[in-house]
């Protein structure tokens, strides 16, 4: 059985609080997320890879889009017509990125122990997931917010008879959420964050 968060993090600080990734491990700051989204070569974590990275700090009611971290990466292995028409990332673009284990390494510093939030979260954290382990030796402790889960709480409170469209764009649409550059790591990620501000704002 998995340990809630915060007693995953206490019991990770005990094993791993003096070694180089202590800081993932120390106590979230209040009032700051980062809102995390990944564009990838395809849908199967065992065997497509990352292509970019975006990340933006949430912090309060404000988007922080200046302090935002992204990355361009290359990946291990070719991708098809297909990755290509929903990303519009080009393997000769792809190419010229960083590796992914660097890339990874340089996020996770810059990431700290502040929360996660994203659309479909737990996808880009299985992809995520095995270059983690093998940089820090543990699994990613932040705690992780969800704009779909949320989004789907949301709807059954008001509607509990009518099934959930859990879209990304029907999400931000119902929200009044312009789309911003969609299929971009970047755009996807400033997109999930306003869309969270939005249902805070009720």
Not at 66 to 88: A, L, M, V, Y
Not at 102 to 124: N, T
Not at 147 to 162: D, F, K, S, T
């Given at each position: 059985?998995?340990?809630?968060?915060?007693?995953?993090?206490?019991?990770?600080?005990?094993?791993?609080?003096?070694?180089?990734?202590?800081a993932?491990?120390?106590?979230?700051?209040a009032?700051?997320?980062?809102?995390?989204?990944?564009?990838?070569?395809?849908?199967?974590?065992?065997?497509?890879?990352?292509?970019?990275?975006?990340?933006?700090?949430?912090?309060?009611?404000?988007?922080?889009?200046?302090?935002?971290?992204?990355?361009?990466?290359?990946?291990?292995?070719?991708?098809?017509?297909?990755?290509?028409?929903?990303?519009?990332?080009?393997?000769?673009?792809?190419?010229?990125?960083?590796?992914?284990?660097?890339?990874?390494?340089?996020?996770l510093?810059?990431?700290?122990?502040?929360?996660?939030?994203?659309?479909?979260?737990?996808?880009?954290?299985?992809?995520?997931?095995?270059?983690?382990?093998?940089?820090?030796?543990?699994?990613?402790?932040?705690?992780?917010?969800?704009?779909?889960?949320?989004?789907?709480r949301?709807?059954?409170?008001?509607?509990?008879?009518?099934?959930?469209?859990?879209?990304?764009?029907?999400?931000?649409?119902?929200?009044?959420?312009?789309?911003?550059d969609r299929?971009?790591?970047?755009?996807?990620?400033?997109?999930t964050g306003?869309?969270?501000?939005?249902?805070?704002?009720?």
């Amino acid at each position: 059985m998995a340990l809630p968060p915060p007693l995953r993090r206490w019991w990770l600080r005990r094993r791993h609080g003096d070694g180089p990734w202590a800081a993932l491990l120390a106590a979230p700051p209040a009032g700051e997320r980062v809102v995390l989204d990944l564009e990838t070569t395809g849908l199967d974590p065992a065997s497509d890879h990352i292509l970019s990275l975006a990340a933006v700090p949430l912090r309060g009611r404000v988007l922080r889009v200046s302090e935002r971290f992204t990355r361009r990466i290359r990946p291990e292995r070719g991708f098809g017509i297909d990755s290509i028409r929903h990303h519009g990332i080009l393997p000769a673009e792809a190419a010229g990125g960083a590796p992914v284990r660097a890339a990874v390494r340089e996020f996770l510093a810059w990431l700290g122990p502040r929360d996660l939030l994203g659309y479909r979260l737990d996808f880009d954290l299985a992809m995520l997931a095995p270059h983690v382990r093998a940089i820090t030796g543990f699994d990613l402790p932040n705690r992780r917010l969800d704009l779909a889960e949320r989004w789907a709480r949301r709807c059954r409170r008001q509607q509990p008879e009518v099934p959930v469209d859990q879209g990304f764009d029907h999400i931000a649409s119902c929200l009044g959420v312009p789309v911003l550059d969609r299929h971009s790591a970047l755009g996807d990620a400033v997109t999930t964050g306003a869309c969270w501000l939005a249902m805070d704002a009720g």
